[in-house]
């Protein structure tokens, strides 16, 4: 990755967590977010970084990908609520980047994921 590649990502990185933080709604509400493509956070309820990710085939974008999670159809819902995507409502906050560029996209999530939420990578969860 050049030099100003990686300047660009971290500022994206900068951008995204700057973003204002969203509840996921309640049972019967609508959850509002953008049908782009981009990179999304999701928040603990005692505020820190509990997952970091992209919308790499979602056609819906990152609204469809949260309905995912939401709905217990994702890898990250399986593994932390036991399919039980409702637990995030009302109690987990997310943000979200619209990055239209797949590379900058995939990118973004690997940087958030390093630095933010290192766990999911194998490092900082026996510390």
Same mark, same amino acid.
Do not use: W
């Given at each position: 990755?050049?030099?100003?590649?990686?300047?660009?990502?971290?500022?994206?990185?900068?951008?995204?967590?700057?973003?204002?933080?969203?509840?996921?709604?309640g049972p019967g509400e609508k959850?509002? &977010?953008?049908? %782009?493509?981009?990179?999304?956070?999701?928040? #603990?309820?005692? +505020? /820190?970084?509990?997952? $970091?990710?992209?919308?790499?085939? &979602?056609?819906? %974008?990152?609204?469809?990908?949260?309905?995912? #999670?939401?709905? +217990? /159809?994702?890898?990250? $819902?399986?593994?932390?609520?036991?399919?039980?995507?409702?637990?995030?409502?009302?109690?987990?906050?997310?943000?979200?980047?619209?990055?239209?560029?797949?590379?900058?996209?995939?990118?973004?999530?690997?940087?958030?994921?390093?630095?933010?939420?290192?766990?999911?990578?194998?490092h900082g969860g026996d510390e």
């Open positions: 990755m050049q030099r100003h590649e990686q300047k660009t990502i971290q500022k994206l990185l900068a951008e995204l967590v700057r973003k204002k933080r969203c509840p996921f709604p959850l509002e &977010a953008s049908k %782009g493509k981009g990179v999304y956070i999701i928040y #603990h309820p005692q +505020g /820190r970084v509990f997952h $970091v990710g992209s919308t790499p085939r &979602a056609k819906g %974008g990152v609204a469809q990908r949260l309905r995912d #999670h939401l709905a +217990g /159809r994702s890898s990250f $819902v399986q593994k932390e609520f036991n399919g039980d995507g409702s637990q995030l409502r009302r109690v987990y906050e997310f943000q979200y980047l619209v990055v239209e560029n797949g590379r900058r996209r995939a990118l973004l999530e690997a940087l958030g994921t390093g630095q933010l939420c290192p766990k999911h990578i194998g």
